[in-house]
């Protein structure tokens, strides 16, 4: 279903019933009388997108208006009347709806579950959009006081001189140290108070080109072509590790803004927005707003009316930020868009780079696409010539790339993992004031328990998992459900208590170092060890400001785009999982990965290397990236996908069902399988229902049946159609069911 803001809005006295979608799992819209108060006038002002409260199933739900008719194919009479609009003029803007449509029909989701992702969360439960107050600023008691005056509180001292010079945001004050007790304080003593401040009245942009770096020819000629750019267009910017994409991004937001228009920029993770924000606020100044998970409710609600409005010029976010409505929206940005994390693994599963792409199409505006290690679906694209793609393949500070080298380390003595040879090249890197990075795709101590005596092993008690050894603080934990337990003081098999750690995680590896390094500084950094954005951001600083040799490690925290000058050796302890995982997508991230993280070593004044250990040395992929060539290697990858169908020439959609007992989940995606077969075209080919790879989480047994289609119009024509079977099979309350389309994770 497409949805078409069309001249009916603008003349329809006879309209009287509203169309209306509710955030539930139920496909369509569903009809209601407007409410008592609303006259002829009101109900002809009324537009899709205003948030309207209505009773549905015994309690009052916010639900968003999509259309008007002037009848109901239900009898007047037996209609439900809304309670109240909640909103005097529609909060979401047509393109956005439309992409909510489009999006909904794709995925196979009620229109109402994905429109509501268009309001923040405090919108969604019904709530006003006021406004709050925003910033602080000084009295004119504060506006002469000296900050002597003040010599008790030195920090009230700074902030007060800080804002001595300018009106400031809240929340920068708060992430510039000064807590709520530090504001309070001058609140109280009347030196400063709160007040409604937009970004745009506080700007202070710093684009002058004596701010700016002097781009290489390969930056000038993007940006050239950006600029050459009306209407949609859709480009890849491939960029080696350290070539300056992000200056990139900068310049063709600068053109976006000289036109008055607005710009989205996407990233993967959390923590990449604040040191993305840092550079992007350097150059323009308070006009860039962050929206992501990690805000309050009320933050984010403010964010997203400054960017529904216009006030913000540059919203940068993580993939839920594509939702927001943007004014005048005339550029958008994904960066990394190869991260796996712009794939929505729950609820409403949708591909925020794919939908990106859909939304530039529908606001007629350029999209940028910008990685390293382009993903497959987007050099696809760029074969079939529906991308363009350019290039930056040199570091932008003129560095040469990492020198790789793969040890062998079948027969070799390792240390928590570490070869002899990678010990002696921490060491080296080490003695010359340098800093070594050590890639461990495992957190914990190790990745079971095991009894040396009996062979007992600990497992989780409603997973197919084994519990993971959390040594410091002496726990067995589960990386699945989270269940987590005391480490036991003998083996409940054989009262042994003869334990063996076996594998190696990055808390063992932390502890080894430890003992091999006494005198230097070692930070982990994993989900063990950071648990916010602020703490990611203070241990990576603690690294910049070490003035001698320092060892960092950690998993794929590491290998989201971190800039760390002074890292001139990365270790990559164990890979090889992926070469041989069933995930036809592995050797494609296995290559995205290896490339990503040697890409932290050498990004300063000083050479890098990589070095892989390695039980399969001999591997092709291995051998492929030796020559830095992500693109050679991913010509290869694509080849094969394409001899064998897969996606992105083929496409794939996911059913999983989840339910205490296995028959019934396997019994129930048998029907679907039997009944689609029937009814769907014959080139369409089914797999399973089988168990899924980790067959029980969480206390449910886990099966998938697995539709594929050699082309992806057949597959994709019938999603709706395979979804309406599985919602007439009988099944047991306890039994669930998703629906993926286009999957990425497999588990």
Same mark, same amino acid.
């Given at each position: 279903?497409?949805?078409?803001?069309?001249?009916?809005?603008?003349?329809?006295?006879?309209?009287?019933?509203?169309?209306?979608?509710?955030?539930?799992?139920?496909?369509?819209?569903?009809?209601?009388?407007?409410?008592?108060?609303?006259?002829?006038?009101?109900?002809?002002?009324? /537009?899709?997108?205003?948030?309207?409260?209505?009773?549905?199933?015994?309690?009052?739900?916010?639900?968003?208006?999509?259309?008007?008719?002037?009848?109901?194919?239900?009898?007047?009479?037996?209609?439900?009347?809304?309670?109240?609009?909640?909103?005097?003029?529609?909060?979401?803007?047509?393109?956005?709806?439309?992409?909510?449509?489009?999006?909904?029909?794709?995925?196979?989701?009620?229109?109402?579950?994905?429109?509501?992702?268009?309001?923040?969360?405090?919108?969604?439960?019904?709530? *006003?959009?006021?406004?709050?107050?925003?910033?602080?600023?000084?009295?004119?008691?504060?506006? =002469?006081?000296?900050?002597?005056?003040?010599?008790?509180?030195?920090?009230?001292?700074?902030?007060? *001189?800080?804002?001595?010079?300018?009106?400031?945001?809240?929340?920068?004050?708060?992430?510039?140290?000064?807590?709520?007790?530090?504001?309070?304080?001058?609140?109280?003593?009347?030196?400063?108070?709160?007040?409604?401040?937009?970004?745009?009245?506080?700007?202070?942009?710093?684009?002058? *080109?004596?701010?700016?770096?002097?781009?290489?020819?390969? /930056?000038? /000629?993007?940006?050239?072509?950006?600029?050459?750019?009306?209407?949609?267009?859709?480009?890849?910017?491939?960029?080696?590790?350290?070539?300056?994409?992000?200056?990139?991004?900068?310049?063709?937001?600068?053109?976006?803004?000289?036109?008055?228009?607005?710009?989205?920029?996407?990233?993967?993770?959390?923590?990449?927005?604040?040191?993305?924000?840092?550079?992007?606020?350097?150059?323009?100044?308070?006009?860039?707003?962050?929206?992501?998970?990690?805000?309050?409710?009320?933050?984010?609600?403010?964010?997203? @009316?400054?960017?529904?409005?216009?006030?913000?010029?540059?919203?940068?976010?993580?993939?839920?930020?594509?939702?927001?409505?943007?004014?005048?929206?005339?550029?958008?940005?994904?960066?990394?868009?190869?991260?796996?994390?712009?794939?929505?693994?729950?609820?409403?599963?949708?591909?925020?780079?794919?939908?990106?792409?859909?939304?530039?199409?529908?606001?007629?505006?350029?999209?940028?696409?910008?990685?390293?290690?382009?993903?497959?679906?987007?050099?696809? =694209?760029?074969?079939?010539?529906?991308?363009?793609?350019?290039?930056?393949?040199?570091?932008?500070?003129?560095?040469?790339?990492?020198?790789?080298?793969?040890? @062998?380390?079948?027969?070799?003595?390792?240390?928590?993992?570490?070869?002899?040879?990678?010990?002696?090249?921490?060491?080296?890197?080490?003695?010359?004031?340098?800093?070594?990075?050590?890639?461990?795709?495992?957190?914990?101590?190790?990745?079971?328990?095991?009894?040396?005596?009996?062979?007992?092993?600990?497992?989780?008690?409603?997973?197919?998992?084994?519990?993971?050894?959390?040594?410091?603080?002496?726990?067995?934990?589960?990386?699945?459900?989270?269940?987590?337990?005391?480490?036991?003081?003998?083996?409940?098999?054989?009262?042994?208590?003869?334990?063996?750690?076996?594998?190696?995680?990055?808390?063992?590896?932390?502890?080894?170092?430890?003992?091999?390094?006494?005198?230097?500084?070692?930070?982990?950094?994993?989900?063990?060890?950071?648990?916010?954005?602020?703490?990611?951001?203070?241990?990576?600083?603690?690294?910049?400001?070490?003035?001698?040799?320092?060892?960092?490690?950690?998993?794929?925290?590491?290998?989201?785009?971190?800039?760390?000058?002074?890292?001139?050796?990365?270790?990559?302890?164990?890979?090889?999982?992926?070469?041989?995982?069933?995930?036809?997508?592995?050797?494609?991230?296995?290559?995205?990965?290896?490339?990503?993280?040697?890409?932290?070593?050498?990004?300063?004044?000083?050479?890098?290397?990589?070095?892989?250990?390695?039980?399969?040395?001999?591997?092709?992929?291995?051998?492929?990236?030796?020559?830095?060539?992500?693109?050679?290697?991913?010509?290869?990858?694509? /080849?094969?996908?394409?001899?064998?169908?897969?996606?992105?020439?083929?496409?794939?959609?996911?059913?999983?069902?989840?339910?205490?007992?296995?028959?019934?989940?396997?019994?129930?995606?048998?029907?679907?399988?039997?009944?689609?077969?029937?009814?769907?075209?014959?080139?369409?080919?089914?797999?399973?229902?089988?168990?899924?790879?980790?067959?029980?989480?969480?206390?449910?047994?886990?099966?998938?049946?697995?539709?594929?289609?050699?082309?992806?119009? =057949?597959?994709?024509?019938?999603?709706?159609?395979?979804?309406?079977?599985?919602?007439?099979?009988?099944?047991?309350?306890?039994?669930?069911?998703?629906?993926?389309?286009?999957?990425?994770?497999?588990?």
């Amino acid at each position: 279903m497409s949805v078409t803001l069309s001249a009916e809005f603008s003349d329809r006295p006879t309209m009287r019933v509203l169309q209306i979608a509710i955030p539930k799992p139920l496909h369509g819209t569903f009809d209601y009388l407007p409410p008592v108060d609303c006259d002829d006038q009101r109900i002809r002002d009324i /537009q899709p997108g205003t948030r309207v409260l209505v009773p549905f199933r015994g309690r009052d739900t916010v639900g968003v208006v999509i259309g008007l008719a002037p009848q109901s194919e239900i009898a007047s009479n037996k209609l439900k009347r809304a309670i109240r609009l909640l909103d005097t003029q529609s909060l979401v803007t047509a393109p956005l709806i439309d992409l909510c449509s489009w999006s909904a029909h794709y995925y196979g989701y009620a229109l109402g579950e994905v429109i509501s992702l268009c309001f923040p969360p405090a919108l969604r439960r019904g709530g *006003e959009l006021k406004q709050r107050p925003t910033a602080l600023t000084v009295t004119k008691l504060g506006a =002469n006081h000296p900050s002597e005056g003040l010599s008790r509180s030195p920090k009230q001292a700074a902030l007060l *001189e800080l804002l001595q010079q300018q009106t400031q945001f809240l929340d920068d004050l708060k992430s510039l140290g000064f807590t709520n007790t530090v504001i309070k304080g001058l609140i109280n003593k009347q030196l400063a108070q709160t007040c409604v401040l937009h970004p745009n009245d506080n700007a202070a942009k710093n684009t002058s *080109e004596t701010n700016q770096p002097q781009l290489n020819p390969e /930056q000038s /000629q993007a940006l050239a072509a950006m600029a050459a750019t009306t209407g949609f267009s859709a480009k890849v910017l491939y960029g080696i590790t350290g070539s300056g994409k992000t200056e990139v991004y900068l310049g063709c937001i600068e053109q976006v803004l000289q036109r008055s228009q607005n710009a989205l920029v996407l990233v993967p993770e959390i923590a990449l927005t604040p040191q993305t924000a840092a550079r992007f606020r350097a150059r323009f100044g308070n006009t860039v707003g962050l929206l992501h998970s990690g805000l309050t409710d009320s933050e984010r609600t403010r964010i997203w @009316d400054h960017a529904r409005t216009g006030a913000l010029q540059v919203l940068l976010g993580t993939r839920s930020a594509l939702f927001t409505p943007i004014a005048n929206l005339g550029l958008i940005i994904v960066d990394e868009e190869h991260d796996a994390a712009f794939k929505q693994q729950d609820g409403f599963r949708y591909h925020a780079r794919d939908l990106a792409i859909k939304r530039a199409q529908i606001e007629d505006c350029p999209i940028l696409l910008g990685s390293a290690t382009p993903s497959l679906e987007t050099l696809y =694209n760029v074969q079939k010539g529906r991308f363009d793609l350019l290039k930056l393949t040199q570091r932008a500070t003129q560095a040469a790339l990492p020198h790789w080298q793969i040890l @062998d380390v079948r027969r070799s003595q390792l240390t928590a993992g570490l070869s002899q040879p990678l010990i002696e090249a921490c060491r080296e890197t080490l003695a010359k004031g340098e800093q070594v990075l050590l890639f461990l795709n495992r957190r914990g101590f190790a990745h079971t328990l095991l009894c040396h005596d009996c062979g007992w092993i600990a497992e989780c008690d409603r997973c197919d998992s084994r519990l993971v050894i959390h040594q410091r603080n002496q726990r067995l934990r589960c990386h699945h459900c989270q269940a987590q337990k005391p480490m036991p003081s003998h083996c409940p098999n054989c009262r042994s208590q003869h334990w063996q750690g076996v594998g190696v995680g990055t808390e063992r590896a932390e502890l080894a170092l430890e003992t091999l390094f006494p005198n230097t500084p070692i930070t982990r950094i994993d989900s063990d060890s950071i648990g916010s954005v602020d703490q990611l951001n203070a241990a990576l600083d603690s690294t910049r400001v070490e003035s001698g040799g320092a060892i960092i490690i950690g998993t794929q925290m590491l290998a989201k785009g971190h800039d760390l000058e002074k890292v001139t050796l990365v270790g990559i302890v164990d890979t090889d999982a992926l070469l041989f995982s069933a995930d036809f997508r592995a050797e494609e991230r296995l290559a995205q990965l290896l490339i990503q993280v040697s890409g932290r070593s050498g990004r300063g004044d000083k050479p890098g290397r990589a070095i892989l250990q390695t039980h399969h040395p001999e591997a092709p992929l291995f051998q492929q990236i030796l020559n830095n060539d992500f693109l050679i290697t991913a010509h290869d990858l694509l /080849q094969h996908r394409i001899e064998s169908g897969l996606p992105p020439i083929g496409q794939m959609m996911l059913i999983h069902c989840d339910s205490p007992t296995p028959s019934d989940a396997e019994a129930f995606l048998m029907t679907c399988r039997q009944r689609a077969q029937r009814e769907l075209p014959s080139d369409l080919q089914f797999i399973g229902p089988i168990p899924a790879p980790l067959s029980r989480r969480a206390g449910k047994f886990r099966y998938q049946l697995t539709v594929f289609s050699a082309h992806q119009k =057949n597959l994709h024509q019938w999603v709706a159609h395979l979804i309406d079977i599985l919602n007439t099979i009988r099944s047991k309350n306890h039994l669930s069911f998703a629906v993926d389309v286009d999957p990425y994770d497999f588990l």
